[in-house]
């Protein structure tokens, strides 16, 4: 018979175990997972009797809290935690698929050295052995040691990681991702600091605002904090006294967001920066809303020819003139810069013509207005964001080969980088990679030892809330299972082989990581749930799922320092009008995100909000596109399947490279525009993304704009060509009076 363990043995037994100091020749902690049914259930649990425990979700970097429910030993169900003050209990798609992580077929069962880099032929190891391997090769690398690490990374592992780097002298650890890269977390917060002096991420209190300007921000999908946004939009629509705020989205190609507004324009690729400082100027010149915005705008407003602004975006000057007029005469209206901003070339003047919109307004830290995310609790650490130009710089180290070992942990950065950035060949000169991925991915092919880490739902950690919407938040993360396979926590693996090297050994004595983390959540003090002392407060963090204050500090007062007009130069683009000329706008997908989410049968198989599309990447055109070039599409009967749609396959050619993926004709985008989501085309990460659609950074450089802060991803052009194969497309639904209008405008007789 099996002997039972409970939660208390399973917690000393998991941290301590997995921290033996196996480089003194210490045997592996014996394997001791228990699945489903329990002989004798730990003492928390009945069996049919459900129980939740709280923890943080690690799908994106937004840091939501969540409740899992654990019925014999097994994570069934992800929800959001009704506690926690950022989701208020909701949670996305995304969120709630994170259980498939936990029990993936393709997970690593155990350490692993790959014989030959890119074989993916992969000899087991013991933990003793593998972590002697990573101690004599860090210990010989020294300080030409290098870290590459995600946004979703906890902070005491980010934390650990910094401490490990510094002692041994090495160069601070990067944190960059595709989805941080897209969302312009850098950008934001360098544009930020030249505005009013804060690093921070913005925030917008669209529950107390009355019109909300979207410069291309998809709040509503994968954005900072996508569950959040909801909960504001929803009360943004429902004020009190039936008072329902109004919606203007400024957008090439319909979001999930431009769907839901009041009113969408479709404006041309490039022109946001340009169409908000066109917006301040008009609010200048004709003298609209109060006395205080028309002097704030004559600060802050460069002169324009509205005309050339009106030719440039696609919009007419009445157009321009009208959202000017609202959003003057609005009491508490919000400019939100969006993620197609952050892959132009002047995105720092973009982002802050659109910021600026918001210092005319007056709601700087004011309800209704923007604000700033809350400092990190003291001794709190949050991985902040590296800039393009900080990867860049790092794969340059590795081609010159300066870096002799390269420790990666959440990011994928072989898939999330363009190819011309040449990773592939510049690991090469790395002599020892480690990835610390649970699944092999396109990054971990090229490691020479894999040392999976366990999932979120299996491990513990914190995540200070950013954007936190002005309350300090730190979200709690602790194991609501066993682990499923023989992984260790890569802070235990961390803080074991610190003890083999002096100067790391004296920068982290912690027996473990837990011991670690309860001394940093000792030092935050008394919160939202009371308590006093070390241990209750370890036990109230874990109960709640975080520490958060009691009541919302009041907002830290911000002062403009924008002393001229900010003016904003016209986007360019990279390639030819005349043999590339359609503009190329990649998006995040909502369920797949950058990619992360590929892995998971749940997201891949649920339909696209706005095509209900799954499992595939699409070329999406409008249909005056697709009908001048020839592109055809058909709804065909396949058994008692109604309405299959077989469209033609293209290549999609810009000056970097190219990608085939079928058409889909969709009237919410410009004639101009092609648009392609991100997500899909991996050639590793698990059978689920493994050789499915296209990755569509194939079709980006490797330049970067004037800052270095972001990659010019949406300064592309491209060009169409039919292959002369057809596919079906994997859509959920065909309705007649929807999407076959929009087939029919586009290929009549169909």
Same mark, same amino acid.
């Given at each position: 018979?099996?002997?039972?363990?409970?939660?208390?043995?399973?917690?000393?037994?998991?941290?301590?175990?997995?921290?033996?100091?196996?480089?003194?020749?210490?045997?592996?902690?014996?394997? /001791?997972?228990?699945?489903?049914?329990?002989?004798?259930?730990?003492?928390?649990?009945?069996?049919?009797?459900?129980?939740?425990?709280?923890?943080?979700?690690?799908?994106?970097?937004?840091?939501?809290?969540?409740?899992?429910?654990?019925?014999?030993?097994?994570?069934?169900?992800?929800?959001?935690?009704?506690?926690?003050?950022?989701?208020?209990?909701? *949670?996305?798609?995304?969120?709630?698929?994170?259980?498939?992580?936990?029990?993936?077929?393709?997970?690593?069962?155990?350490?692993?050295?790959?014989?030959?880099?890119?074989?993916?032929?992969?000899?087991? &190891?013991?933990?003793?052995?593998?972590?002697?391997?990573?101690?004599?090769?860090?210990?010989?690398?020294?300080?030409?040691?290098?870290? /590459?690490?995600?946004?979703?990374?906890?902070?005491?592992?980010?934390?650990? !990681?910094?401490?490990?780097?510094?002692?041994?002298?090495?160069?601070?650890?990067?944190?960059?991702?595709?989805?941080? &890269? !897209?969302?312009?977390?850098?950008? @934001?917060?360098?544009?930020?600091?030249?505005?009013?002096?804060?690093?921070?991420?913005?925030?917008?209190?669209?529950?107390?605002?009355?019109?909300?300007?979207?410069?291309?921000?998809?709040?509503?999908?994968?954005?900072?904090? %996508?569950?959040?946004?909801?909960?504001?939009?929803?009360?943004?629509?429902?004020?009190?006294?039936?008072?329902?705020?109004?919606?203007?989205?400024?957008?090439?190609?319909?979001?999930?967001?431009?769907?839901? $507004?009041?009113? /969408?324009?479709?404006?041309?690729?490039? $022109?946001?920066?340009?169409?908000?400082?066109?917006?301040?100027?008009?609010?200048?010149?004709?003298?609209?809303?109060?006395?205080?915005?028309?002097?704030?705008? %004559?600060?802050?407003?460069?002169?324009?020819?509205?005309?050339?602004?009106?030719?440039?975006?696609? *919009?007419?000057?009445?157009?321009?003139?009208?959202?000017?007029?609202?959003? =003057?005469?609005?009491?508490?209206?919000?400019?939100?810069?969006?993620?197609?901003?952050?892959?132009?070339?002047?995105?720092?003047?973009?982002?802050?013509?659109?910021?600026?919109?918001?210092?005319?307004?007056?709601?700087?830290?004011?309800?209704?207005?923007?604000?700033?995310?809350?400092?990190?609790?003291?001794?709190?650490?949050?991985?902040?964001?590296?800039?393009? =130009?900080?990867?860049?710089?790092?794969?340059?180290?590795?081609?010159?080969?300066?870096?002799?070992? &390269?420790?990666?942990?959440?990011?994928?950065?072989?898939?999330?980088?363009?190819?011309?950035?040449?990773?592939?060949?510049?690991?090469?000169?790395?002599?020892?990679?480690?990835?610390?991925?649970?699944?092999?991915?396109?990054?971990?092919?090229?490691?020479?030892?894999?040392?999976?880490?366990?999932?979120? @739902?299996?491990?513990?950690?914190?995540?200070?809330?950013?954007?936190?919407?002005?309350?300090?938040?730190?979200?709690?993360?602790?194991?609501?299972?066993?682990?499923?396979?023989?992984?260790?926590?890569?802070?235990?693996?961390?803080?074991?082989?610190?003890?083999?090297?002096?100067?790391?050994?004296?920068?982290?004595?912690?027996?473990?990581?837990?011991?670690?983390?309860?001394?940093?959540?000792?030092? *935050?003090?008394?919160?939202?749930?009371?308590?006093?002392?070390?241990?209750?407060? /370890?036990?109230?963090?874990?109960?709640?799922?975080?520490?958060?204050?009691?009541?919302?500090?009041?907002?830290?007062?911000?002062?403009?320092?924008?002393?001229?007009?900010?003016?904003?130069?016209?986007?360019?683009? %990279?390639?030819?009008?005349?043999?590339?000329?359609?503009? &190329?706008?990649? !998006?995040?997908?909502?369920?797949?995100?950058?990619?992360?989410?590929?892995? @998971?049968?749940?997201?891949?198989?649920?339909?696209?909000?706005?095509?209900?599309?799954?499992?595939?990447?699409?070329?999406?055109?409008?249909?005056?596109?697709?009908?001048?070039?020839?592109?055809?599409?058909?709804?065909?009967?396949?058994?008692? %399947?109604?309405?299959? *749609?077989?469209?033609?396959?293209?290549?999609?050619?810009?000056?970097?490279?190219?990608?085939?993926?079928?058409?889909?004709?969709?009237?919410?985008?410009?004639?101009?525009?092609?648009?392609?989501?991100?997500?899909?085309?991996?050639?590793?990460?698990?059978?689920?993304?493994?050789?499915?659609?296209?990755?569509?950074?194939?079709?980006?450089?490797?330049?970067?704009?004037?800052?270095?802060?972001?990659?010019?991803?949406?300064?592309?052009?491209?060009?169409?060509?039919?292959?002369?194969?057809?596919?079906?497309?994997?859509?959920?639904?065909?309705?007649?009076?929807?999407?076959?209008?929009?087939?029919?405008?586009? !290929?009549?007789?169909?």
């Amino acid at each position: 018979m099996t002997r039972g363990i409970t939660r208390r043995e399973f917690i000393r037994i998991g941290v301590v175990g997995a921290a033996a100091a196996v480089l003194t020749g210490c045997l592996p902690p014996r394997a /001791w997972v228990v699945l489903e049914p329990y002989v004798r259930p730990p003492e928390e649990q009945l069996a049919g009797v459900a129980t939740w425990y709280a923890s943080t979700c690690r799908q994106c970097p937004a840091g939501c809290g969540i409740v899992v429910r654990i019925m014999n030993g097994r994570a069934l169900k992800i929800e959001g935690n009704p506690e926690h003050p950022l989701n208020r209990g909701k *949670l996305c798609a995304r969120g709630q698929a994170g259980v498939q992580l936990l029990y993936h077929p393709d997970r690593l069962s155990g350490p692993a050295q790959q014989t030959q880099r890119g074989t993916r032929q992969f000899k087991s &190891l013991s933990w003793n052995d593998a972590l002697n391997l990573l101690y004599s090769k860090l210990q010989a690398a020294g300080s030409a040691t290098a870290v /590459w690490g995600d946004s979703t990374m906890s902070g005491h592992l980010a934390d650990i !990681f910094a401490r490990y780097t510094k002692a041994i002298s090495a160069p601070a650890p990067i944190f960059f991702d595709l989805y941080t &890269l !897209f969302n312009g977390y850098s950008v @934001l917060s360098k544009t930020n600091q030249q505005l009013f002096g804060s690093s921070a991420l913005p925030i917008y209190d669209l529950a107390h605002a009355d019109v909300v300007f979207s410069f291309g921000a998809d709040f509503l999908s994968a954005a900072l904090s %996508q569950t959040r946004y909801g909960v504001e939009y929803g009360a943004f629509r429902s004020q009190p006294l039936g008072k329902r705020g109004f919606l203007v989205q400024l957008e090439p190609r319909m979001t999930i967001t431009g769907a839901k $507004a009041d009113r /969408w324009h479709a404006i041309k690729p490039g $022109a946001e920066g340009l169409i908000a400082q066109a917006i301040a100027s008009i609010i200048a010149d004709q003298k609209l809303g109060s006395v205080e915005r028309q002097t704030r705008a %004559q600060t802050v407003a460069a002169r324009v020819d509205v005309n050339s602004v009106a030719a440039a975006s696609g *919009l007419s000057v009445d157009d321009l003139t009208n959202l000017a007029r609202i959003f =003057a005469a609005a009491d508490h209206p919000i400019a939100i810069p969006g993620a197609a901003l952050n892959g132009q070339n002047n995105v720092a003047q973009a982002a802050s013509a659109v910021q600026a919109l918001n210092i005319i307004a007056g709601n700087i830290a004011q309800p209704g207005g923007m604000g700033m995310s809350a400092s990190a609790p003291a001794g709190l650490i949050k991985p902040t964001p590296s800039s393009f =130009a900080d990867a860049q710089a790092l794969v340059e180290q590795m081609r010159a080969g300066r870096i002799q070992a &390269l420790l990666v942990h959440g990011a994928n950065p072989a898939f999330d980088l363009p190819d011309k950035i040449g990773f592939a060949d510049a690991v090469k000169n790395v002599p020892f990679v480690v990835s610390f991925a649970p699944i092999v991915d396109e990054t971990a092919r090229y490691a020479d030892l894999i040392l999976p880490d366990r999932t979120y @739902l299996e491990s513990w950690g914190y995540d200070v809330v950013a954007p936190s919407f002005g309350q300090p938040i730190v979200s709690g993360q602790q194991p609501v299972v066993t682990p499923v396979f023989d992984a260790r926590a890569t802070a235990d693996v961390m803080l074991t082989v610190a003890r083999g090297i002096p100067a790391a050994a004296r920068a982290l004595p912690y027996a473990d990581e837990v011991a670690f983390l309860k001394e940093t959540v000792a030092a *935050l003090g008394s919160g939202a749930a009371g308590g006093a002392g070390a241990d209750v407060l /370890w036990a109230r963090f874990q109960q709640h799922g975080g520490w958060w204050q009691s009541t919302i500090p009041a907002a830290t007062p911000l002062q403009s320092k924008i002393t001229a007009p900010i003016t904003v130069s016209s986007t360019q683009f %990279q390639g030819d009008e005349k043999e590339y000329p359609y503009f &190329l706008h990649l !998006f995040l997908s909502d369920l797949l995100s950058d990619g992360r989410g590929a892995k @998971l049968p749940w997201l891949q198989g649920s339909p696209d909000p706005m095509t209900t599309i799954a499992w595939q990447t699409w070329v999406e055109m409008h249909p005056e596109t697709a009908q001048k070039l020839g592109i055809t599409s058909a709804q065909v009967e396949v058994g008692f %399947q109604r309405g299959t *749609l077989i469209s033609d396959v293209v290549q999609v050619t810009s000056p970097f490279g190219a990608i085939e993926a079928p058409v889909y004709a969709h009237p919410g985008i410009r004639p101009d525009t092609i648009a392609i989501p991100i997500g899909q085309g991996h050639t590793d990460d698990g059978r689920y993304a493994r050789d499915r659609g296209a990755n569509a950074l194939r079709l980006v450089g490797a330049q970067a704009d004037a800052t270095g802060s972001s990659l010019l991803w949406a300064g592309v052009r491209v060009k169409i060509a039919r292959t002369g194969r057809q596919i079906s497309l994997a859509t959920f639904e065909f309705t007649p009076g929807v999407t076959r209008g929009f087939i029919n405008a586009a !290929f009549p007789g169909q």
